[in-house]
């Protein structure tokens, strides 16, 4: 009986056989037309539904809509109701989009100012000063309370503005317009008076209305919000009431329309520095030295550039020595009797005509086809546990099992 030759290694393959470079089919690294649009047909689509969501939002963009507390509005959150039930009643209600129009001299009229903490100071000061009637201020800030409302500011709590949802609530005012309308919806912006300042509608302790004169004559009404002006809250409770002695008190009404989407004055223009924490502007300081200190320290001379010729040439044995050491040194004796019984099967599989599958010969078509190769050369039963059996318990088995593997092979090349 001839033993063969042990290998060298737990994991052997044959190579495959090199192909003529005669042999070789001509190729080409042109893409064809048809490979060019498999790779960029969805890059099209994408550009395609840009460009139909970029038509789109350009044509809804005509459309005509109005913000809140818009007197022209019909939507619910606009005003056109309490427009229309002032001229119904006789008022001339115009409306305003430059600030400079509130500037110029008035006479028996009412200006009401949305959001006036949209406007610079100096308009602010310019609407104070143009002699108007009575001004209606809607949720003012503090600066436009110092300029045009005195004895009126806003209520605070552990320092933050005090503001609360519109709900109904009873006047508790001697003020003629809230005592002729009742209990209305106010809330919003909550505030203080001072000195011959009136509050009414008090929410939490603070009125969420007030009213003030200033030197000059022109009264003041500050509202928290105007949620009872718009169309859905008008009908409720004394808010219809509420907004006619409000806003026609006088013959002629000026409604403010803002621009919410003007920027600010460039004094008032916040640049991103301006928007950063004084603290965070420390913390990024001492970081920039801290990263610093580290490129110093961590800045050393590394010596020449070494110059390589690459790609290294390995022989191949080499690397199956190496690969196997690897094996060895972890024990993975399992992982490397598949490596032999895979390979194996691989090589064994051409050679009976067993076409693979995935990559695999298929276990049963490949036991058959030995079978009938080897005849009643081989034990029955021993087959499936020399291709597919459980992985060897130490060196010395896997060794047999590389040379059992081995002999099959020789066994059916060489019937």
């Not at 539904?49 to 959150?77: E, F, H, K, M, Q």
């Not at 503001?163 to 209305?184: K, Y």
């Not at 690969?323 to 032999?340: D, N, P, Q, S, T």
């Not at 695999?360 to 546990?385: I, M, N, S, V, Y």
């Amino acid at each position: 009986m001839t033993t063969s030759p042990r290998p060298a290694s737990p994991l052997t393959a044959n190579p495959a056989p090199a192909t003529p470079a005669s042999a070789a089919p001509a190729t080409t690294l042109t893409p064809s037309v048809h490979q060019l649009w498999r790779r960029g047909r969805w890059f099209l689509a994408a550009l395609a539904v840009l460009l139909l969501v970029g038509l789109l939002l350009g044509g809804l963009g005509d459309s005509t809509a109005y913000p809140s507390l818009d007197p022209r509005s019909a939507d619910s959150d606009g005003a056109k109701a309490t427009a229309q039930l002032l001229r119904a009643q006789g008022i001339t209600v115009d409306t305003a989009t430059d600030p400079g129009q509130l500037a110029a001299p008035a006479g028996d009229d009412t200006v009401l100012l949305p959001l006036p903490d949209l406007l610079t100071d100096d308009q602010l000061r310019a609407i104070a000063s143009a002699g108007h009637r009575r001004l209606v201020l809607l949720s003012p800030d503090s600066t436009a309370l110092d300029l045009l409302a005195p004895g009126v500011r806003i209520a605070e709590t552990a320092g933050l503005p005090l503001s609360v949802a519109s709900a109904n609530v009873a006047q508790q005012c001697s003020l003629p317009e809230a005592a002729q309308a009742g209990s209305a919806e106010l809330g919003g912006r909550l505030y203080q008076t001072e000195g011959a300042a009136t509050g009414c509608y008090p929410r939490e302790g603070y009125p969420a209305l007030a009213r003030t004169t200033t030197a000059d004559g022109t009264e003041v009404i500050v509202l928290g919000s105007g949620l009872f002006l718009t169309n859905q809250h008008l009908a409720r409770q004394g808010n219809a009431a509420l907004a006619l002695g409000l806003l026609g008190a006088r013959p002629h009404l000026t409604w403010y329309l803002p621009d919410y989407q003007a920027l600010p004055p460039a004094e008032q223009q916040k640049g991103f520095v301006d928007l950063i924490p004084a603290g965070w502007r420390w913390a990024a300081v001492q970081l920039a030295v801290a990263a610093v200190l580290a490129a110093l320290w961590r800045a050393r001379r590394l010596g020449p550039v070494v110059s390589e010729e690459l790609p290294v040439v390995v022989r191949a044995a080499e690397t199956t020595e190496g690969r196997a050491r690897l094996y060895h040194r972890a024990k993975a004796r399992g992982r490397a009797a598949e490596a032999l019984r895979r390979a194996a099967r691989h090589r064994l599989g051409p050679a009976l005509g067993v076409p693979l599958t995935a990559g695999e010969p298929a276990a049963t078509a490949l036991l058959t086809a030995l079978g009938d190769r080897l005849g009643d050369r081989r034990p029955p039963g021993e087959l499936p546990g020399l291709l597919y059996g459980p992985p060897p318990t130490d060196d010395a088995a896997l060794l047999r099992l590389a040379d059992d593997l081995d002999a099959l092979e020789r066994q059916v090349r060489h019937p």
